[in-house]
C-alpha cells in the first residue's frame, strides 16, 4: 500500500467512523503507525508521539501530521497543521523533527545541500508558528494563555508546550513573556515579591536558622477566590453527593496558608528556596574541602574526609535522579541527555576521582606514595568543585551570560590548541636538534624526562613572551656560548645558531602574532554573538536552574541523603504494590476513564473539572488558530491590494510618458523625411510655407 493510498483512504472512508470497518483500512492505520514510530524512534521522540492502537483513531490528523513530517510531505503537513488539536505542540514537535532529521542528513553519504538547507527552512516555518499563535493566544486572553503553557497535553506524553520547546533547545519560544512568567512563578513557587520581601529573601538565609520566625512574615500567593469557594463547596458536600473520597479532602483553611507547618513546607518547596539553602551547603562543603586539602593526610580517612563522602554520596544521589527525570524513553536516551550538559559532566567527572582518592587515602602508612597520589586526586577533585560554582553564579543574569560565553570560547580554544600543538612541535624538536646535537634520547634511558622537559618547556614559554635569548653583546663576551645559552659545538659548520634564529622568528611570527590574533578575532565574534541574544540565552539559562531544582530534595546536601532514601522505598513499595493481584472493581470503587486514568483517589467534581478546563484550553487554542488564519488572510489580501495599487500606478506612469513622446516621435520621422528629400535635390527651389509647417513641431496642447 503506498503512501497515497493510505492517506487517501484516511481522510475519506476509515475516519468517518471511531472504528477502522474493514481488515484493508486497519492494515493501513497500521502501516502510517509503523511509518511514524519507525521514524520517530530513531529521533529520540517515541515518547511524545507514540500511540496504542485505539489511540490512533482518537486523533487522525496528530496520524496524519507526524506521517507528513517524517516523510518530509511540507505541503500536506502545513495543511494538516490547521486542523486538528494543540497546533502549538505539533509545530514544536515539527520542528524537532525537521532539525533531528537535517543534522542526522549531514552524515550521509548522499548529502546534498539543497536538501539540508530545506529541511532547516521547514523547521524555521514551524518555529514561526509557534511563536505567531502563542503571540496570538498572549493578545486574546493573558491567564488562559498562562494555563496552555503550563497545562499537561495528554497526547504528547502529558509534557507541557515549555518542556516541548526544551526539547529541540527552542530558547526563543522560552524567551517569550508569557513562558518568562510562568517560568518566574515555578521560581517563586508561591512565594510573592512584594515590599521588599522577595531582595530580604536572599539575603536572609544566613540567619534562616538563628531567627526561623521570620518564615512566617513571608506573604503566600493565595489561591484564587473560586478555587477556595470550590474548597468549601466539597468539603460541605454542597457541590454533590456525599462521597467517601470528599470526607478527606483538606479543610479550606489549607488554601490559605493559616497553619505554621503550611508555610514551612510552602518555603523550602520553592526553588529558590531549595537553590539557596543548596547554595550555603555547598559552600560549607568547599570550606571543608579547602581546610582538609591544606593540611596533611594521617593514614586512613579522618572525620572530615567521611563528611566530605556524605556529601559525595549526596551529589551521586542527586545525579542519578536528574537521569532518572531525563526526558527520553530508553536509559540510553535519558543518558545521552543528560551528558548533553558540561555540568553534568563535570559533576562525574569529580565524583569518579573522589571516590579513587577516598580509596587510597586507605592505605597503610609503608605507602606513601599512593597518600600522594590521593593528594594530586584530593586537589584535582577541589578544582573541578570550585568551577562548579559558576553554574551556581548563573542565576545572575550577567554572570550566567558570561559563564556561556566561556563555554563557547573553550570550544574555539580546543580547535586552536590543536593548529598550535602542531607548530610547538615542530618547532620544539628542529630547535633542540640543533642546539643539542650530542644528547641521546631513549625510552629506557632515565634522563628521558628531563629531556622532554628541555625539548618543550622553552616554546611553550615562547608564546607568552618570553624568548629566552641573550644579548648578542653578553653571548660574545662568554666563551663558546651562543645566544641561546646553549654551548657551541661548531654543529652544522657553525651556522647552528643562526638556523636557529630563524626558526626562531618564524616560530614567533606564527603563533604570537598570527594564531594569537586569530584566536581573538574569534572570542569577539563568539562575544558579539552571545551579547546579540543575551536575553535569550539568560532566560535559556534560567529554565534549566529551575527545571533542576524544581524536582531536588527540600533539604540540602548531605541531609538530601533520607528524602532520597525515602523516595527509594516508595518506589520499591510501589512496585511490589503492583506485583500483587488487583482487586474486582466491577462494584464502581474504582473507575477509570477513557485514557485509563483512575479517580479512585480523586472526586467526581475534580475529575470532570480538569476535563472541562482542559477541553475550554484546546477550544481556546482552536479559536486563536483561526484569528491567526484570518489575519494571515487578511494580510495578503493587503499585500495583493497594494502590489496591485502599485502596479496600476506604475502603468498609468508610463501611459502618459508614452502619450507625450509619441508626437514628439512622429514629428521627428516627418522631419527627418522631408530633409532627406531636400539633401536629395539640392538645386530644388526654397521650400513653401507648407513644407515648413511639416518641419516645425507644432503647439502642442497639454491634456487636463
Known amino acids: 500500500?503506498?503512501?497515497?493510498?493510505?492517506?487517501?483512504?484516511?481522510?475519506?472512508?476509515?475516519?468517518?467512523?471511531?472504528?477502522?470497518?474493514?481488515?484493508?483500512?486497519?492494515?493501513?492505520?497500521?502501516?502510517?503507525?509503523?511509518?511514524?514510530?519507525?521514524?520517530?524512534?530513531?529521533?529520540?521522540?517515541?515518547?511524545?508521539?507514540?500511540?496504542?492502537?485505539?489511540?490512533?483513531?482518537?486523533?487522525?490528523?496528530?496520524?496524519?501530521?507526524?506521517?507528513?513530517?517524517?516523510?518530509?510531505?511540507?505541503?500536506?503537513?502545513?495543511?494538516?497543521?490547521?486542523?486538528?488539536?494543540?497546533?502549538?505542540?505539533?509545530?514544536?514537535?515539527?520542528?524537532?523533527?525537521?532539525?533531528?532529521?537535517?543534522?542526522?542528513?549531514?552524515?550521509?553519504?548522499?548529502?546534498?545541500?539543497?536538501?539540508?538547507?530545506?529541511?532547516?527552512?521547514?523547521?524555521?516555518?514551524?518555529?514561526?508558528?509557534?511563536?505567531?499563535?502563542?503571540?496570538?493566544?498572549?493578545?486574546?486572553?493573558?491567564?488562559?494563555?498562562k494555563q496552555l503553557i503550563n497545562k499537561p497535553i495528554p497526547g504528547w506524553g502529558k509534557k507541557t508546550l515549555i518542556e516541548l520547546a526544551a526539547l529541540s533547545d527552542f530558547q526563543e519560544f522560552i524567551c517569550l513573556p508569557r513562558c518568562k512568567d510562568i517560568n518566574d512563578q515555578k521560581w517563586r513557587a508561591g512565594i510573592v515579591p512584594m515590599d521588599g520581601e522577595f531582595i530580604?529573601?536572599?539575603?536572609?538565609?544566613?540567619?534562616?536558622?538563628?531567627?526561623?520566625?521570620w518564615l512566617f512574615f513571608i506573604r503566600y500567593k493565595k489561591d484564587q477566590i473560586h478555587s477556595c469557594n470550590r474548597c468549601k463547596e466539597v468539603h460541605d458536600g454542597s457541590a454533590g453527593p456525599p462521597a467517601q473520597p470528599i470526607q478527606r479532602r483538606s479543610t479550606p483553611l489549607k488554601c490559605l496558608f493559616t497553619k505554621a507547618g503550611d508555610k514551612i513546607k510552602a518555603f523550602f518547596s520553592a526553588p529558590i528556596s531549595k537553590f539557596w539553602c543548596n547554595f550555603i551547603s555547598y559552600i560549607y562543603f568547599l570550606m571543608f574541602f579547602n581546610f582538609m586539602a591544606l593540611n596533611q593526610l594521617?593514614?586512613?580517612?579522618?572525620?572530615?574526609?567521611?563528611?566530605?563522602?556524605?556529601?559525595?554520596?549526596?551529589?551521586?544521589?542527586?545525579?542519578?535522579?536528574?537521569?532518572?527525570?531525563?526526558?527520553?524513553?530508553?536509559?540510553?536516551?535519558?543518558?545521552?541527555?543528560?551528558?548533553?550538559?558540561?555540568?553534568?559532566?563535570?559533576?562525574?567527572?569529580?565524583?569518579?576521582?573522589?571516590i579513587g582518592a577516598f580509596t587510597l587515602h586507605f592505605q597503610p602508612i609503608e605507602r606513601e606514595e599512593y597518600r600522594s597520589y590521593a593528594r594530586f586526586m584530593y586537589s584535582a577533585v577541589l578544582f573541578l568543585c570550585v568551577m562548579k560554582l559558576l553554574q551556581l553564579l548563573s542565576l545572575f543574569r550577567k554572570i550566567g551570560v558570561y559563564v556561556v560565553m566561556l563555554q563557547k570560547m573553550l570550544i574555539d580554544v580546543a580547535y586552536f590548541v590543536l593548529i598550535l600543538a602542531v607548530l610547538v612541535i615542530g618547532y620544539a624538536v628542529a630547535r633542540f636538534s640543533v642546539l643539542y646535537p650530542k644528547e641521546r634520547f631513549g625510552f629506557s634511558s632515565k634522563s628521558t624526562p628531563n629531556l622532554m622537559r628541555k625539548v618543550f618547556l622553552v616554546p611553550i614559554f615562547q608564546l607568552f613572551g618570553e624568548s629566552f635569548i641573550d644579548k648578542p653583546e653578553e653571548a660574545e663576551g662568554a666563551n663558546n656560548i651562543t645566544v641561546f645559552g646553549t654551548p657551541e659545538y661548531n654543529n652544522i659548520e657553525g651556522y647552528g645558531e643562526v638556523v636557529v634564529l630563524w626558526f626562531t622568528f618564524i616560530y614567533m611570527v606564527l603563533t604570537s602574532l598570527l594564531l594569537v590574533n586569530m584566536l581573538i578575532a574569534v572570542f569577539n565574534f563568539t562575544y558579539s554573538v552571545v551579547e546579540k541574544n543575551a536575553d535569550e540565552v539568560w532566560h535559556w539559562q534560567n529554565y534549566n536552574l529551575v527545571r533542576e531544582y524544581e524536582g531536588k530534595s527540600r533539604f540540602p546536601a548531605p541531609f538530601s541523603i533520607l528524602s532520597h532514601l525515602r523516595d527509594l522505598v516508595v518506589y520499591l513499595w510501589k512496585k511490589i504494590k503492583k506485583r500483587k493481584p488487583k482487586p474486582d472493581t466491577s462494584s464502581g470503587n474504582d473507575k477509570t476513564d477513557s485514557k485509563g486514568c483512575s479517580t479512585k483517589h480523586r472526586s467526581l467534581n475534580e475529575y470532570f473539572n480538569e476535563q472541562a478546563e482542559l477541553n475550554e484550553l484546546?477550544?481556546?487554542?482552536?479559536?486563536?488558530?483561526?484569528?491567526?488564519?484570518?489575519?494571515?488572510?487578511?494580510?495578503?489580501?493587503?499585500?495583493?491590494?497594494?502590489?496591485?495599487?502599485?502596479?496600476?500606478?506604475?502603468?498609468?506612469?508610463?501611459?502618459?510618458?508614452?502619450?507625450?513622446?509619441?508626437?514628439?516621435?512622429?514629428?521627428?520621422?516627418?522631419?527627418?523625411?522631408?530633409?532627406?528629400?531636400?539633401?536629395?535635390?539640392?538645386?530644388?527651389?526654397?521650400?513653401?510655407?507648407?513644407?515648413?509647417?511639416?518641419?516645425?513641431?507644432?503647439?502642442?496642447?497639454?491634456?487636463?
Open 1 to 145: 500500500i503506498s503512501h497515497f493510498q493510505a492517506l487517501d483512504t484516511l481522510f475519506y472512508r476509515t475516519y468517518k467512523n471511531t472504528k477502522a470497518r474493514t481488515e484493508i483500512e486497519r492494515e493501513m492505520l497500521q502501516f502510517v503507525q509503523r511509518t511514524i514510530n519507525s521514524r520517530i524512534l530513531s529521533l529520540e521522540l517515541v515518547d511524545y508521539v507514540k500511540n496504542d492502537r485505539n489511540a490512533c483513531l482518537l486523533d487522525p490528523f496528530k496520524d496524519l501530521f507526524l506521517w507528513a513530517v517524517t516523510c518530509n510531505k511540507m505541503e500536506i503537513a502545513k495543511a494538516l497543521w490547521e486542523h486538528g488539536e494543540n497546533p502549538i505542540a505539533k509545530a514544536l514537535i515539527a520542528r524537532k523533527i525537521f532539525l533531528k532529521t537535517a543534522e542526522a542528513y549531514t552524515d550521509h553519504s548522499q548529502y546534498d545541500a539543497h536538501i539540508h538547507a530545506k529541511l532547516e527552512e521547514n523547521a524555521r516555518y514551524f518555529s514561526d508558528k509557534a511563536i505567531q499563535l502563542l503571540e496570538q493566544c498572549s493578545k486574546e486572553k493573558t491567564e488562559d494563555t
Open 200 to 213: 530580604n529573601l536572599k539575603l536572609s538565609f544566613t540567619v534562616i536558622l538563628l531567627f526561623f520566625p
Open 298 to 354: 594521617d593514614e586512613g580517612p579522618g572525620k572530615l574526609a567521611y563528611v566530605l563522602l556524605c556529601y559525595i554520596i549526596a551529589f551521586t544521589l542527586e545525579e542519578i535522579r536528574q537521569i532518572k527525570d531525563e526526558i527520553g524513553l530508553k536509559f540510553k536516551h535519558k543518558l545521552r541527555r543528560y551528558f548533553k550538559s558540561t555540568w553534568n559532566k563535570l559533576e562525574t567527572v569529580s565524583i569518579v576521582i573522589f
Open 618 to 704: 484546546i477550544q481556546f487554542e482552536r479559536d486563536c488558530l483561526g484569528h491567526h488564519l484570518n489575519e494571515l488572510i487578511k494580510q495578503e489580501k493587503a499585500q495583493e491590494e497594494a502590489q496591485r495599487k502599485i502596479l496600476k500606478q506604475l502603468t498609468t506612469e508610463t501611459n502618459k510618458k508614452q502619450y507625450w513622446r509619441w508626437p514628439a516621435i512622429n514629428l521627428s520621422r516627418r522631419k527627418n523625411s522631408i530633409t532627406g528629400l531636400d539633401v536629395a535635390r539640392p538645386n530644388s527651389q526654397p521650400t513653401s510655407p507648407l513644407t515648413r509647417a511639416f518641419t516645425s513641431p507644432p503647439d502642442l496642447v497639454k491634456p487636463k
